[in-house]
């Protein structure tokens, strides 16, 4: 069955597109599509409608209603989709794992009565629609084919899918949705938002990733590997064991439960390298380990394994990047 028109639910970013919605445009493109469309809800959307045209988006539908902002985003973003989605039947809708997508998701597929399919890693279009996901800790590959009823809801973990702007992408068309604004949903309003302020890149979006565990002993050994990081311009990532530890707070888990990370480089000092932890950054482009027990899973991963104790080796390293010019 052809593919006709997908969507992808664009997030804002400070009124930027998000990264996940670049990504998952870029996905769309592959699909074998007869148009790709993004949806954009938010006061700074029309800022967001260049980005997302350069990323493959034809048409951008949107709405630039302040309540967008104001409210909780997901019922008043379900109920304005599932009245766009009645009157363009789209056949396929994608939306980035995050809180609100997840939260946007959900309400729609109760209100539409179509399936969903959370936590993908991989989609692809031919005779059905096919959705890859991995359960139980990623032991086991899972996909999973959408039966007839449209449109087919879908929801990926960031960093999935490479964001890349499309060859010859034209500016879009810019059409505006009606909002659908329930009264119910005016009962709760976003009071006040904070961002966190982080020196250096996103860990989601560094080039080099050093992450941490267990073996790196206690908190004030994560200094050592913020001051790598700043020196190759990297980010700092953990393990869980080391967030439960309260070492340091989750948004720097790696993993299953935390984030996935694609770096050049990912860094693994004193890490075991449990299925938990490896789904999350298996995709780094090259893999190195620091572990003193040369029996570590971690290492049949790595590309370059250095047997020994983590804090030696970092602080070795840390002093040779400091003696190199620039
Ligand atoms: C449902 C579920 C979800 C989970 N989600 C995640 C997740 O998202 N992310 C995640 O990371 N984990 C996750 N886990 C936990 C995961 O199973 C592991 O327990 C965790 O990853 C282990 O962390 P670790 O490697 O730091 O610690 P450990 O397994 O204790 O390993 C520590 C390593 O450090 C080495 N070491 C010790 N001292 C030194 C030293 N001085 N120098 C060098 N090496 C040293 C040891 O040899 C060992 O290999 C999840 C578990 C479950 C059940």
Redesign the pocket.
């Known amino acids: 069955m052809a593919l006709g028109t997908v969507w992808v639910f664009a997030e804002l970013s400070q009124d930027r597109a998000a990264t996940g919605a670049l990504e998952l445009l870029t996905k769309a493109r592959s699909l074998g599509a007869a148009d790709v469309e993004a949806v954009c809800f938010g006061p700074g959307a029309g800022d967001a409608v260049a980005e997302l045209g350069r990323h493959g988006a034809t048409t951008v539908r949107l709405s630039t209603d302040p309540a967008f902002a104001e409210l909780l985003l997901g019922g008043p973003a379900a109920d304005t989709l599932a009245a766009a989605v009645a009157e363009h039947r789209p056949d396929l809708i994608l939306f980035a794992a995050t809180h609100t997508g997840r939260d946007v998701a959900g309400r729609l597929a109760a209100k539409l009565d179509v399936p969903v399919i959370a936590n993908g890693l991989d989609i692809e279009a031919g005779e059905a629609i096919t959705v890859t996901t991995a359960i139980f800790?990623a032991t086991q590959v899972v996909r999973t084919e959408f039966g007839a009823r449209r449109p087919a809801l879908a929801l990926f973990r960031p960093k999935s899918f490479p964001a890349a702007v499309a060859p010859g992408a034209v500016a879009p068309r810019v059409v505006e949705v009606p909002a659908v604004i329930r009264e119910c949903h005016r009962r709760a309003r976003v009071v006040d938002r904070s961002v966190e302020i982080a020196a250096g890149p996103k860990l989601e979006e560094a080039e080099v990733v050093v992450s941490?565990?267990?073996?790196?002993?206690n908190a004030g050994n994560f200094e050592l590997l913020r001051e790598v990081a700043e020196l190759l311009h990297g980010a700092v990532g953990?393990?869980?064991?080391?967030?439960d530890a309260g070492w340091v707070p989750y948004s720097l888990?790696?993993?299953?439960?935390?984030k996935t990370v694609k770096p050049a480089v990912y860094i693994a000092?004193?890490?075991?390298?449990?299925?938990?932890?490896t789904?999350?950054m298996r995709g780094a482009q090259k893999i190195v380990a620091?572990?003193?027990?040369p029996q570590?899973?971690?290492f049949k991963l790595a590309d370059l394994g250095i047997v020994?104790?983590?804090?030696i080796?970092l602080r070795q390293l840390r002093d040779e990047l400091r003696s190199r010019p620039g």
Request: charged share 10%; aromatic share 0%; proline share 2%.
């Open positions: 800790g941490g565990g267990r073996g790196i002993q953990a393990s869980r064991a080391v967030v888990q790696v993993g299953q439960t935390g000092c004193g890490i075991s390298g449990a299925m938990q932890h789904v999350g620091i572990n003193k027990d570590a899973p971690i020994g104790d983590a804090l080796v």
